[in-house]
């Protein structure tokens, strides 16, 4: 078995797809391939020209979710992917809810005017981002409060897909220089800091510091 994974690091779907695989004991590599310029062998397997794109054996597969379900395949025991059909159907839909609306709201409302404005010669939009955390992020972190329930983990008491997929999410809050207010959601301040803090996630926190220079501690 091969598998390979392509795209950027700093891209929250890659570093959940390289989590994921390193976290269920899957052998994987990682080539970078910048999307915003994408080979053509590229955009021929993805035609999303988005990141990640992963090849498994001869198979190209993109799309984070669809690459972390062939690799739910080749790791069937790994407590990433819960057995229960109830654990696992929250646990798609905490992923998919990070994966979809929050990324979207993070990405439109703080990634990109902090991050990609000053890529662009532009001075970071602090008054845009410090809007979205103000008014738009507030109800995604009560709900994302209410469902750890005072625990560390979105689904029963292991680290699965549904951690992975929302801190993915969250690292890229906070390289951005923004961290939910720990006195209004503390139980998702825990779960950042808990599991950041695990080796594999932090290793690919530290691939992402050339990325983004200024704000990663
Ligand atoms: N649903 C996709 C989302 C992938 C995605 O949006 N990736 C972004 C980077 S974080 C991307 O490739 N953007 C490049 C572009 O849209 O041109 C997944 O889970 O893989």
């Known amino acids: 078995?091969?598998?390979?994974?392509?795209g950027?690091?700093?891209?929250?779907?890659?570093?959940?797809?390289?989590?994921?695989?390193?976290?269920?004991g899957v052998d994987c590599a990682f080539e970078v391939v910048n999307v915003f310029a994408a080979p053509d062998w590229y955009v021929e397997q993805n035609p999303l020209k988005r990141?990640?794109?992963?090849?498994?054996?001869?198979?190209?597969?993109?799309?984070?979710s669809a690459i972390c379900g062939a690799i739910s395949r080749l790791a069937p025991d790994s407590d990433l992917f819960p057995k229960d059909a109830e654990a696992y159907g929250r646990a798609l839909w905490i992923e998919e809810y990070a994966d979809s609306d929050v990324a979207a709201?993070?990405?439109?409302?703080?990634?990109?005017?902090?991050?990609?404005?000053?890529?662009?010669?532009?001075?970071?939009?602090?008054?845009?981002a410090d809007k979205t955390m103000a008014e738009v992020l507030p109800p995604v972190f009560d709900y994302f409060e209410k469902q750890l329930n005072g625990g560390l983990h979105f689904v029963g008491d292991a680290?699965?897909?549904?951690?992975?997929?929302?801190?993915?999410?969250?690292?890229?809050?906070r390289h951005a220089g923004y961290?939910?207010?720990?006195?209004?959601?503390?139980?998702?301040?825990?779960?950042?800091?808990?599991?950041?803090?695990?080796?594999?996630?932090?290793?690919?926190?530290?691939?992402?510091?050339?990325v983004f220079k200024a704000s990663i501690a």
């Open 1 to 6: 078995m091969t598998l390979t994974i392509y």
């Open 8 to 24: 950027m690091t700093g891209s929250p779907f890659v570093r959940k797809a390289l989590v994921v695989a390193e976290e269920a």
């Open 51 to 64: 990141m990640p794109l992963a090849k498994l054996n001869d198979t190209y597969i993109p799309d984070s």
């Open 105 to 128: 709201k993070i990405g439109l409302g703080i990634f990109r005017p902090i991050i990609f404005a000053p890529m662009s010669g532009k001075e970071p939009d602090t008054e845009t």
């Open 159 to 173: 680290f699965t897909i549904a951690d992975v997929a929302v801190l993915c999410q969250m690292i890229n809050l």
């Open 179 to 210: 961290t939910p207010d720990a006195e209004k959601w503390p139980g998702l301040n825990t779960f950042i800091e808990t599991h950041s803090a695990r080796p594999i996630v932090r290793k690919w926190i530290d691939c992402d510091k050339p």
